[in-house]
Nanobody, 126 residues
Framework: HLAESGGGLVQAGGSLRLSCAAS????????MGWFRQAPGKEREFVAC????????YYADSVKGRSTVTRDNAQNTVFLQMSSLNPEDTAVYYC?????????????????????WGQGTQVTVSS
């Protein structure tokens, strides 16, 4: 079970920190990802972090203004986003995947993840 929190309404230029708490099982070795889906658009990759925390990957649209981290002891992953703009408005989903695709395309594809949270709405006003 994955549960996101931290979404809300923020003004353009502001920041948010999303959290994803994992429960109901062990997530040892899992890659944790963040995706988002805006109305009328497909779900898209935002960022992910490997189990070790040593490797992170970001979508070009958020690179340089987002940081993904994880606390394995607490089974929690975080997404810190800054310099938000209206194009960041979407439902943000946390996902867990048991296969380590490394830098391969599977890391950035929704099909690369087996478990999903319900999502948290992020709305950026101009």
């Amino acid at each position: 079970h994955l549960a996101e929190s931290g979404g809300g309404l923020v003004q353009a230029g502001g920041s948010l920190r999303l959290s994803c708490a994992a429960s109901g099982g062990t997530f040892v070795g899992y890659t944790m990802g963040w995706f988002r889906q805006a109305p009328g658009k497909e779900r898209e990759f935002v960022a992910c972090i490997m189990w070790s925390g040593g490797s992170t990957y970001y979508a070009d649209s958020v690179k340089g203004r987002s940081t993904v981290t994880r606390d394995n002891a607490q089974n929690t992953v975080f997404l810190q986003m800054s310099s938000l703009n209206p194009e960041d408005t979407a439902v943000y989903y946390c996902a867990a995947g048991s296969v380590d695709y490394g830098s391969g395309p599977g890391t950035r594809e929704p099909l690369g993840y087996e478990l999903w949270g319900q999502g948290t709405q992020v709305t950026v006003s101009s």
